[in-house]
């Protein structure tokens, strides 16, 4: 098969062309079987090969032919006529459609191509994406929960050996994820591989801390409640894979967290998902009544706001058009109220022309004020007589006594006591 595929592509031809090609020649080359002469006018046709039966039928009653050329009893024309009719009848004759027909050089042709291509479209059918185990993870490759999930619906396909799963598991791997399984051998199991892999790139949490992972999982800002469950779901997966969870309470507890981590109450209240805890509804049910739900508010919101702009457009006309008698009416307002500020105006003049009068009368008596609120204080000492420091004084002070440092300011509080009383005894006086 290999040979005659490169046949087909020197000679620049699909190989089913050429696989056509060689067995109509193989049908010709049937060996041709003689067919007697025959005395009908259509003797000259040349006639396709025939086939003779299996084994030669004859009849009975019709001498041979050779027996027909010995000498012996002459025979009338109208007998050997008939032996020879009966010679025809004892002959089988096929055509080429007949021997090889159309259909099953057809179901030929599809059996050796698709026995051909058997080699070629496993690993099409079976490709594996990228993964490379490196960080951050590139655009084009996936996660390793992602790849393994592929890798082992490979493994449950029975028409894949392990010698095939082994290079589609090692084609798909990057370094540094391929440098981890470099130094196994091509006859190591698929799962061997794996097990090498899972060291390195698989989750090491254990299924409780994930279950917890799973209870501390909340909806976020401006995140939809679909995208949240689904979110959810992705998360109890992990949980279940690891054992702490069991598959017959993954409704139940999916549903209990979603009643917990979703904000919407009014979305929880209108589905009424708090009074089906006891019978939960599966994943793809919940997250289709979620998106139904979310559907028809959104719908419910275009409606209302083209509704309510419309609304706000015609009232703004109507407030453009004004009747004459509107108008006249605000023209009479507005001179009253003019004559009203004006009145108001006169009163406030009024008002301080009078309080100007009145204030001669009062100036005297408010120097008088300011004289008095105006006399000096006597000066205060603000020292210690104990230690000589500011800002506290004997009863407080807990420093060691300084009796020349309390001299000096005894002297400086009495020159200041001079300096006040002069001024006092001179305006006395005068």
């Not at 620049?12 to 050429?18: I, M, P, Q, V, W």
């Not at 090491?204 to 995140?223: H, M, R």
Request: net charge neutral; proline share 8%.
């Amino acid at each position: 098969m290999a040979e005659f595929k490169n046949v087909a592509r020197l000679s620049g031809k699909h190989y089913a062309e050429l696989l056509q090609e060689m067995m109509e020649e193989i049908s010709l080359s049937v060996p041709e079987i003689h067919r007697p002469p025959t005395h009908d006018g259509a003797s000259n046709i040349t006639d396709p090969p025939p086939l003779t039966s299996h084994p030669s039928v004859k009849q009975s009653d019709s001498p041979p032919v050779s027996d027909l050329s010995s000498p012996g009893p002459t025979i009338g024309p109208e007998a050997q006529q008939n032996a020879q009719r009966n010679e025809r009848r004892s002959t089988i004759h096929m055509t080429q459609s007949d021997l090889t027909p159309p259909e099953v050089q057809r179901y030929v042709v599809e059996h050796v191509v698709r026995s051909g291509d058997g080699a070629m479209q496993y690993h099409s059918s079976h490709r594996l994406r990228t993964f490379s185990g490196k960080v951050p993870r590139p655009a084009h490759e996936t996660d390793y929960e992602t790849w393994r999930s592929g890798v082992e619906l490979m493994l449950k396909d029975p028409s894949v050996s392990d010698l095939q799963r082994t290079r589609l598991i090692r084609d798909s791997l990057l370094p540094p994820a391929a440098d981890i399984v470099k130094h196994l051998s091509p006859d190591a199991t698929p799962e061997i591989y794996l097990q090498q892999l899972d060291s390195a790139y698989a989750a090491i949490q254990d299924g409780d801390e994930l279950y917890a992972k799973f209870l501390d999982t909340y909806q976020d800002a401006g995140e939809k409640p679909s995208t949240y469950l689904q979110r959810l779901q992705v998360a109890l997966q992990h949980a279940v894979k690891r054992g702490g969870i069991s598959v017959r309470d993954v409704d139940k507890c999916l549903l209990t967290q979603f009643c917990r981590g979703c904000w919407d109450n009014n979305l929880i209240v209108e589905l009424q998902l708090k009074q089906k805890k006891s019978n939960p509804p599966t994943f793809p049910e919940l997250l289709l009544l979620l998106r139904t739900e979310e559907d028809q508010d959104a719908a419910k919101a275009v409606r209302m706001k083209q509704h309510l702009g419309a609304t706000k457009q015609r009232v703004a006309s109507h407030v453009q058009l004004v009747h004459p008698e509107e108008e006249t009416n605000l023209c009479t307002v507005l001179t009253t109220l003019t004559k009203q500020m004006a009145a108001i105006q006169k009163q406030l003049a009024a008002l301080t022309a009078s309080q100007s009068r009145t204030s001669p009368d009062l100036a005297p008596k408010t120097l008088e004020r300011q004289k008095t609120d105006s006399k000096p204080i006597p000066p205060k000492p603000g020292f210690c007589f104990h230690c000589g420091e500011d800002g506290h004084i004997k009863p407080q002070c807990e420093n060691a006594p300084n009796s020349s440092l309390v001299s000096a300011k005894r002297k400086q509080f009495a020159s200041r006591q001079q300096k006040w009383h002069k001024p006092n005894a001179s305006g006395h006086l005068n």
